[in-house]
């Protein structure tokens, strides 16, 4: 007999009906449960309205019984002095009133003085709760629950003074309620309850007041089942499940009941038995269930059998042909029927698959030739390429070297290198740094043009630039590394002789920038060195503030010649001893555009024409020529303003001796964010104050273009 499996076809058919069945289910058990959850709620709110009817009957009691006494305590036969008369006058009105077990009068020292049932010997009632609270309020008061000394049968005593002509208390009437009477309405309630349940009201000090069934048994006594009482008591409203104390599971529902006959809260418990409350809803699940599973049955029954006409027999078919599919046989098929149903399409689409699987088969021969060929055509690209091929494992080891790549190396045939390490072939100094370059390889996937000193099997060596890349598999995973080699041997030597080249240029540009300045200082001796100092502290500003060194050398070589449109000045101007008149100021303050206009049309590296032209602006817009404020003052320029006021101040002129240092640190301090930049200020005072700046060490230092 064939095993069933969970694998099999149609036991998962059978899961799959199951898993629809499921939802049914889980639907009928939440019917179920929120019909006893509303089960719950109704015990609850049976209670809750106990509580109000009850309140409603003890107010009812309370008005009637109050309007009757105050009536009472007016009336002359109870005032007089007659006992007899005073009963027989109640005696007539209690019939009236059903709900009193007897009616009476209390004289002032608490003797009874009248009542409607007779009394053999004198009733003392001075020490009742009821007669000393109305003799102390001198108003309506309630007692406690007693048995009657008269009647002897459990009452609650209502009662009111009668005062006398001077307003008095002259004595008491009273009224005592039934107790049977109280339970009336507990009782009626009970009595409408399921079979077995219970009707409990107690204290806030768990004795019980009422208990049904058994009123007699527990009153006056605490409620036997403790947990219950401290809930009820702590909680004042609410459900709980447990057996009672007779064993009987049931749904105790608690309401707290505002008495004003007892001063206070007290609770009401009703306890309904589980099978009760909750019969219906099991009742009404259990046919649920009933008719759930003949259905199930049904449908389990139908899918076995409909399976196996319906599913198996065209799978068996297609598992068939699956079979000699993977044997070899591409010519075979289902010889199922194509047509419009999911098993005919499924059959279809298994011929087609197999015919394609034929197809491909013929195709993949070709490609295999087509893949030869291809292999034969890179293999011979590769070793005809000007550059070296070579290929490694992970490690590094070489697996393949090509022509190119044995003659750079000097290798005469390829098992000389395949096998060996290809940091072999690298300068031992600059093989940490290869490491590193395959490491990053294996992470990015790519090298490019990363020079090398390379080594030749003859011990000679050549400057190299490789580029790699890693090979991964099908998977994506690393499987190798190909690395091509070209000998930059040419290239390096040229660039050499370039960059010779271009150190030769820049000694040129900076013997023209000196003769430059020279010229300037031939034109106004009083001002020789002038341009070397400023340029040495522009200079140490510059590197003081982290400005970058290229643009420090180009300020310095700038400061060398920031005067050169003085050269445009009259010589009697500049060296003129005396005050100058306002048209020669204006001559020498034209002095930046001059040098400006000589050299604008010099294509310098840096911005030369541009600081010269700004040296004289200032931050708050009152310089020249511009009138430039703020940021839009290059900072090169804001740097030799700086440097070109100290110096100027501390040195001589024709028409001044000099003032000195002291003299030019208090200008730029006293003008610092207003006339100059406040951090290039700042960094001249460290510089000159703390870091022992000297202008004849630093100009004498000479050029450095860097």
């Known amino acids: 007999m064939r095993r069933i499996s969970l694998s099999d076809l149609r036991v998962r058919l059978l899961l799959l009906v199951l898993t629809a069945v499921l939802p049914a289910l889980g639907l009928f058990l939440y019917t179920a449960q929120d019909q006893r959850r509303l089960a719950v709620a109704d015990v609850l709110s049976d209670t809750e309205r106990l509580a109000e009817l009850v309140a409603l009957q003890e107010q009812e009691l309370i008005d009637t019984t109050r309007q009757l006494l105050v009536t009472l305590a007016q009336v002359p036969e109870l005032r007089g002095g007659d006992p007899a008369e005073c009963s027989e006058f109640l005696a007539d009105l209690l019939p009236r009133y059903r709900r009193y077990l007897n009616l009476g009068v209390i004289d002032a020292h608490g003797d009874v003085f009248c009542s409607v049932l007779p009394h053999e010997s004198p009733v003392y009632a001075g020490d009742r709760p009821y007669f000393q609270r109305a003799v102390q309020t001198r108003d309506f008061a309630i007692g406690d629950y007693q048995i009657g000394r008269i009647t002897q049968a459990p009452s609650l005593n209502f009662a009111y003074p009668v005062l006398g002509s001077q307003g008095e208390v002259a004595g008491v009437v009273f009224a005592a309620v039934d107790f049977e009477w109280l339970r009336q309405v507990e009782a009626d309630v009970h009595s409408r309850l399921p079979e077995g349940s219970t009707l409990t009201k107690i204290r806030p000090d768990s004795t019980v007041l009422i208990q049904y069934p058994e009123p007699n048994e527990w009153a006056a006594r605490p409620l036997p089942d403790a947990f219950l009482a401290e809930k009820v008591i702590n909680e004042g409203r609410g459900v709980i499940s447990q057996p009672g104390v007779d064993g009987v599971p049931r ?119 087509a893949l030869r060929e291809s292999e034969e055509m890179y293999r011979t690209l590769v070793e005809a390429s000007p550059s070296g091929v070579t290929v490694t494992d992970l490690d590094g080891i070489i697996t393949y070297a090509s022509p190119r790549t044995l003659a750079l190396h000097r290798f005469a045939q390829a098992h000389e290198l395949v096998g060996r390490s290809a940091l072999d072939l690298i300068l031992p100094e600059e093989r940490e740094r290869a490491k590193l370059n395959l490491q990053k390889t294996l992470k990015e996937g790519i090298l490019r043009n990363v020079e090398y000193t390379l080594l030749r099997n003859d011990d000679t060596f050549f400057a190299g630039e490789l580029s790699a890349a890693l090979i991964r598999d099908a998977s994506g995973q690393p499987q190798a590394y190909v690395a091509i080699t070209r000998d930059i041997t040419a290239r390096k030597e040229a660039e050499a002789e370039l960059e010779r080249s271009v150190d030769k240029l820049q000694k040129t540009m900076v013997d023209i920038i000196h003769t430059m300045a020279g010229v300037v200082e031939v034109r106004d001796p009083y001002t020789a060195g002038h341009q070397r100092k400023v340029a040495a502290l522009a200079r140490a500003i510059a590197e003081e503030v982290h400005l970058p060194s290229h643009r420090a050398a180009g300020l310095h070589m700038t400061a060398l010649i920031h005067d050169i449109g003085k050269i445009h000045v009259p010589a009697e101007i500049l060296t003129k001893p005396g005050r100058l008149t306002g048209p020669e100021i204006a001559i020498i303050q034209a002095h930046p555009q001059f040098g400006y206009a000589l050299l604008k049309t010099v294509d310098f590296p840096w911005p030369v024409a541009d600081i010269v032209l700004q040296h004289h602006e200032r931050m708050d817009g009152s310089g020249y020529p511009q009138g430039l404020s703020g940021e839009d003052i290059l900072l090169e320029a804001r740097i030799l303003a700086v440097a070109d006021v100290v110096e100027a101040m501390a040195s001589h002129r024709p028409y001044r001796p000099a003032l000195g240092m002291d003299k030019a640190l208090e200008e730029i301090s006293r003008n610092r964010g207003t006339l100059y930049d406040a951090e290039v200020v700042d960094a001249c005072l460290r510089l000159l104050l703390h870091k022992g700046f000297q202008f004849e060490q630093a100009a004498d230092e000479g050029v450095r273009p860097d």
């Open 251 to 369: 749904i105790y529902a608690f309401a707290t009941l505002n008495s004003s006959l007892h001063a206070g809260d007290v609770f009401v418990i009703i306890g309904v038995p589980e099978d009760a409350a909750f019969g219906q809803a099991n009742r009404r699940l259990a046919l649920n269930l009933i008719g759930l599973g003949l259905a199930g049955g049904l449908t389990f029954s139908a899918a076995w059998l409909g399976g196996d006409v319906f599913v198996l027999r065209h799978v068996r078919a297609l598992v068939n042909t699956a079979e000699q599919v993977a044997a070899g046989d591409l010519s075979t098929r289902t010889g199922l029927p194509h047509g419009d149903t999911e098993h005919e399409q499924l059959a279809l689409a298994f011929d087609r698959m197999v015919e394609a699987l034929q197809q491909r088969k013929v195709e993949a021969k070709r490609a295999d030739e």
